[in-house]
T-cell receptor, first 119, second 116 residues
């Protein structure tokens, strides 16, 4: 069971270059999301999707685009890379699960991360 | 104001002893979820434990338990009988609201070192 797969694991870009970080999950989860992790900080939400064809912005969406044409895949595109986008990127997937009292647990499962450096 | 505060940047614990990692949160919503994740040096994020805001009992998962004090807005992680493999970064996180998937916040983490 592969879970959430991210590619590549490492990437170096020059300022202004574009690239796509790939994310695929094989758990048939409805929700997928992208986070970035900067030194000394927790993860911050970039974009998320609640199903195929539906995406929305998180806390730090500027400079990134996403699309979700299938349940399995949720690529993250950097249109014109900047040094401020140097970070570790995590993709996660989850599904609605009723907790007690009806609260939605929605536990997120993460990929192994992509370490991106922009020079 | 920060949504999740972890005040312990680093901690040491002796192998086989218990350790408590602190987490406080800030929300005005009645419905929210609290999570703890482990990040070993290899970098992946591993889900450990979940506590719903309506759960009156503290969550437990094996050696992990979550000390949930709702009035104090704290959600401390307790690891019993520490093992060397527990050495890692630990992140507390909160999803705010019933179905606000975009309101998912992480703390800055606590680095735990388990000494033999």
């Amino acid at each position: 069971n592969a879970g959430v797969t991210q590619t590549p694991k490492f990437q170096v870009l020059k300022t202004g270059q574009s690239m796509t970080l790939q994310c695929a999950q094989d758990m048939n989860h409805e929700y997928m999301s992208w986070y970035r992790q900067d030194p000394g900080m927790g993860l911050r939400l970039i974009h998320y999707s609640v199903g195929a064809g539906i995406t929305d912005q998180g806390e730090v969406p500027n400079g990134y685009n996403v699309s979700r044409s299938t349940t399995e895949d949720f690529p993250l595109r950097l249109l014109s890379a900047a040094p401020s986008q140097t970070s570790v990127y995590f993709c996660a997937s989850s599904y609605s699960e009723d907790g007690r009292q009806g609260a939605d647990k929605n536990i997120q499962y993460f990929g192994a991360g992509t370490r991106l450096s922009v020079l | 104001a920060q949504k999740i505060t972890q005040t312990q940047p680093g901690m040491f614990v002796q192998e086989k002893e218990a350790v408590t990692l602190d987490c406080t949160y800030d929300t005005s919503d009645q419905s929210y979820g609290l999570f703890w994740y482990k990040q070993p040096s290899s970098g992946e994020m591993i889900f450990l434990i979940y506590q719903g805001s309506y759960d009156e009992q503290n969550a437990t998962e094996g050696r992990y338990s979550l000390n949930f004090q709702k009035a104090r807005k704290s959600a401390n992680l307790v690891i019993s009988a520490s093992q060397l493999g527990d050495s890692a970064m630990y992140f507390c996180a909160m999803r705010e609201g019933w179905d606000n998937f975009n309101k998912f916040y992480f703390g800055s983490g606590t680095k735990l070192n388990v000494k033999p």
